[in-house]
């Protein structure tokens, strides 16, 4: 299946210069989304993993799914102020400042193997920081999961550490 067809791409967003690439055309047509969740799920079938993580926004979308398919628990990785209980947290860089990500101290158990999911890698910083919190939970990184990886943005520099897949890359 060409996934790239069934992306669209928004020129000038969020800020004149930047091609966004716009995975909501992807989820809307039944086949395409069918397709990735079984192209992830079918990777992750046979190894050693726990819990899938999913990073807000679309994450939750795709990482749910697959935690479904899976048959395995999904832990929401989110922006500042969501999450109501206890929570761990983890600023990172950004172009112009810094973010942050959380998540329940509660949400993965020590050891537990964590695949942590995504719809794109672009600079690798949420992703990076993402995993640092798995891992400051006790987690062990299983991979980083996209269907997306914007490979002229070098994203996979910050997460050497890290095995990552894609279904599709943008050069």
Do not use: W
């Not at 860089?93 to 999911?117: F, Q």
């Not at 949420?126 to 002229?152: N, P, Q, R, S, Y």
């Amino acid at each position: 299946m060409d996934l790239k067809q069934k992306i669209r791409n928004v020129p000038d967003f969020p800020k004149k210069g930047i091609l966004f690439r716009d995975i909501t055309t992807l989820l809307q047509d039944a086949a395409g989304f069918t397709y990735v969740i079984e192209q992830l799920a079918g990777r992750y079938r046979d190894r050693p993993v726990d819990m899938v993580a999913g990073i807000e926004s679309r994450g939750f979308i795709i990482g749910g799914a697959v935690a479904h398919q899976l048959k395995k628990g999904f832990v929401p990785i989110r922006k500042p102020g969501k999450l109501p209980a206890k929570k761990l947290s983890v600023d990172y860089c950004l172009e112009y400042g810094t973010d942050r990500v959380e998540m329940h101290t509660d949400a993965i158990a020590p050891g537990a193997r964590v695949l942590v999911v995504d719809d794109l890698l672009a600079t690798g910083g949420t992703m990076k920081a993402a995993c640092e919190l798995v891992e400051k939970a006790g987690g062990e990184v299983v991979e980083c999961a996209f269907i997306i990886h914007l490979a002229d943005l070098k994203g996979e520099q910050l997460l050497k550490k890290y095995t990552i897949f894609s279904l599709l890359s943008y050069d």
